[in-house]
């Protein structure tokens, strides 16, 4: 990885409006875990999680992002800051090689001639694009990605690669899109009718808000009359499935291999633990978290936390309590009659 | 959306064979639902659900489809059918907007030597037909997508876009696969051997029936000796991965993200709901309805409704519930002995 | 399928090392399954697990591969091994088609400047090869496969097709990566900040070491400071997600669906059902079994089964007894109260 930067700590500091602590004369060449016992030369680590303080003392990172009162811990220079994880974030996005897309339509691309492309965006090889489709200004359509017709893709927004936009996607500013994702697909919409499945016209499209990202091989179906909907700044982690007519609320974060199902609606700030089930047609409130593998089977009025499932034994003790969970009702009935 | 498609109500009522309740000369020029409140000009909804019955009194739409009991209820002029939905679907189908697959190949994609792709097929951009690969009549194999050696696609059959068929995959008439589906993946067949893993050949291929749905990022296995099987008219949506020498009967519907391992049969109109599991090995019959997320691990061989799993609740009931559940063999016979 | 393949009995036991009981002149030219009634002609099957003994006797294929025991029983001729699956895993092969994967670069590929490809190493049509990515001997890298930046494939690995490597990815040597698989993708890293999320910089890659399998649309996201790392002879299936800076040990082989968050590390020789779900942060010990559809939330070490769930029941019942868990801890209490 080419990386010419380097930085002496006080101009980190200053950048950054961090208080600094100890030598700002070091030099930090990029960034490495608190813990790493093989921490390359000129590295700079945070401490956020109070379980890692353990390692602060012993620490082989040139310098540590802190919070004041963790200072006088430090063995190391500290850049101050009451929320080091963010300003950790802002520190490594200096070590960060660029994305190589130049400016321009790359030749193997296939563009329809109704479509328009920003001369300041960037479209990557073999990427096609569609009739009627718009690509903003400093947009970055990646190696092979394929967008359909009648899609937009805001100001700043990428996807990385792979990616595909069927129909009627419509993407905000600076929405990340990550490879294998799938955005506007049919939704699942079938009617019985004569023996056999008559499939319903998905005739709506999908709106993503701003700073969305999309994780990869994520598949977002596009609505059945209305649109689906992720307002700004919703987070979806890799192999989510996204129904038709879903609503995701602002700020929403969702972790990887959640399933949701259509029409449902989710509120903002929720955080969706990995693994999860919604099923269709619910509400969540805003402010809700699931916990990880729970199924949602119920509309949720109350922010907290939610959870179902049993948990992780050994088998051959899992398998008796199992067998029980069969009988669960008998047994209760007996122990309320007992109990007269 | 270009779409020069308007209709008037009784034109619609003719053509689909249904009552007229009301004004036929009114205009439909799209779909809506019956809640909308902003609903457009000459749209039509549909009630199927009694549950959206409250909506009807107030709906926007310039008419509903209904059955014959809600039609005295309709504000709007009104289309009567036994099944509402049904007819709504081939209504909704007149505004659906084509299409753009011109017929033949175009010119950025690779065709092997020996494939074989029918002159009023369209191939898309940037596509691949391997050796031996066949297109039949009126096929549309979309941009991005690769086709392996020794498969087949049957007439008026669709690979949206980026699908991929590995090798030795044969789809029916009219199968319709959206992005990211790849079918014909090699199965998961490893033996033991010597202190690591050895591959077992995947000699088999996957036959996919006419009518059939293969929905976003849906992985089917091909088979290890014999061939992975779905027969006609299944329905499969987004993110199921089907394990090698599955067979599933006719005119199932599978929500999406469902795991289905290896050897399973599934019978005939089974329903299965999202991220449901099925081990391998076992046998449904037909008219099998699996709940959501549950997990299927012995055959069934009578029909109806089956679960799996514990409900959502605040995380604090939860985990004092959960922690229960690890005793409750115990509890039971504690119970049991008390009953003697 | 082509295939000139024929071989005497004999030439197989031979060439494998194995006994040959009964009529070594006999022609084998495919496999078959035992139980398959109509085999072709010249097949051979085998028999490993004993429930599969009772198609012996009928079985239709022209030899079977079995342990010494079973030979008395078998009508017809057989080769003899202490391991029959891994003895039949090594003849199928010698019936499977060959991959079509000429040395080379396709004319349509898009290899950037600084990327190096092995003149013995195939790149099929339509892949992308980013800056200062290299191609080892005997690679291939099937169509419509993307590489970013970064990236290395070792010798005799193969990307059937339409895989991504993102960036930052090292795949030892024999790895192979089925379709839609998406390795190197961003972490999913999140800082809340004033208001709304901040990306954290994911500046790690990902190793993958010898001889792995990674299935269709699996996928590893690259690490946020240090690599996710698979060791060598690691085994996934299909539509497993894998999260930053998970380590799985050697051999250790996962089922579909699987989702493992991040900073998790597994052991050595680890078997993970279908559809199970690890949380960050934890550490399983070598040869842990996990069941299909469990949730691992805690760190397990000592070898064995582990599971979690309930079983499957008719709705009805299950209804019954999923909301007595709702209820489990008051019920406990009553019954420990009364016990006392």
Request: hydrophobic fraction near 45%.
């Amino acid at each position: 990885m080419p990386n010419a930067s380097r930085f002496r700590l006080h101009e980190i500091a200053e950048r950054f409006g961090l208080s600094l602590h100890g030598d700002g004369q070091r030099f930090i060449a990029g960034v490495t875990t608190l813990q790493a016992t093989d921490a390359p030369a000129e590295t700079l680590a945070f401490l956020a999680n109070p379980q890692y303080r353990k390692f602060l003392a012993t620490t082989a990172a040139s310098a540590v992002v802190v919070r004041a009162e963790y200072v006088a811990d430090c063995p190391v220079p500290a850049l101050i800051s009451p929320n080091p994880y963010a300003a950790y974030a802002r520190i490594a996005a200096l070590f960060e090689p660029g994305v190589s897309a130049p400016a321009g339509v790359h030749p193997t691309a296939v563009i329809a001639d109704s479509a328009k492309v920003d001369p300041s965006a960037s479209v990557g090889p073999l990427a096609v694009i569609g009739e009627r489709s718009v690509v903003a200004a400093g947009a970055v359509i990646g190696a092979g990605c394929v967008l359909g017709e009648d899609c937009s893709v805001g100001a700043g927004s990428r996807l990385v690669a792979r990616v595909t936009l069927v129909c009627r996607v419509h993407l905000g500013e600076r929405v990340l899109v990550h490879p294998g994702a799938v955005i506007g697909a049919d939704g699942f919409g079938l009617a019985p009718d004569q023996g056999a499945w008559l499939k319903v016209p998905q005739l709506g499209g999908v709106r993503i808000g701003n700073d969305c990202e999309i994780g990869a091989n994520t598949t977002i179906d596009r609505g059945a009359i209305d649109d689906t909907v992720l307002e700004e700044d919703v987070r979806l982690d890799n192999q989510i499935q996204v129904g038709h007519n879903v609503r995701i609320g602002a700020h929403t974060a969702i972790a990887g291999c959640v399933a949701i199902a259509g029409s449902t609606t989710i509120g903002r700030w929720c955080l969706i633990g990995g693994a999860a089930g919604i099923v269709g047609h619910l509400t969540l409130c805003d402010k809700v978290t699931i916990g990880a593998m729970s199924l949602v089977t119920h509309s949720i009025d109350t922010p907290g936390e939610y959870a179902s499932g049993t948990p992780l034994q050994p088998k051959r003790e899992w398998r008796k309590n199992a067998a029980r969970f069969g009988q669960l009702d008998r047994l209760a009935r007996l122990l309320l009659r007992k109990s007269d």
